[in-house]
């Protein structure tokens, strides 16, 4: 059984960073490729960014492109969601999610593996 524990949230003023992580319990075929998503309160859960661990291909929605980066450690079975310039509309409940395969858009019923999530609050 695929676990994913996520850190690194926490509160930050507007205009700060926060790195996220995602590590996996163990790495198989089966969580090759990991993506992150979010859920503010009342809202659905909406995909972010995604990276394969096999071609190293990185994917981002327009919520994201050119604040965060996502990344990889390998040997660490490790994601990474690096943020910036965050905004008080970033605050929310940020998940990892893990699938085999890369698949493109983003969508929450594709993934069978999750993490438990971590807060992100940005404060203006």
């Known amino acids: 059984q695929v676990q994913l524990v996520e850190s690194g949230g926490g509160s930050v003023q507007a205009g700060g960073s926060l790195r996220l992580s995602c590590a996996a319990s163990?790495?198989?075929?089966?969580?090759?490729?990991m993506a992150w998503f979010r859920q503010a309160p009342g809202n659905e859960r909406e995909g972010l960014a995604a990276?394969?661990?096999?071609?190293?291909?990185?994917y981002y929605t327009d919520s994201v492109k050119g604040r965060s980066t996502i990344s990889q450690d390998n040997t660490k079975n490790t994601v990474y969601l690096q943020m910036n310039s965050l905004k008080p509309e970033d605050t929310a409940i940020y998940y990892c999610?893990?699938?085999?395969?890369?698949?493109?858009?983003?969508?929450?019923?594709?993934?069978?593996?999750w993490g438990q999530g971590t807060q992100v609050t940005v404060s203006s």
């Open positions: 163990v790495y198989t075929t089966s969580v090759n490729y």
């Open positions: 990276i394969s661990f096999i071609t190293s291909f990185t």
């Open positions: 999610a893990a699938r085999a395969g890369a698949r493109w858009p983003l969508a929450e019923a594709d993934f069978p593996y």
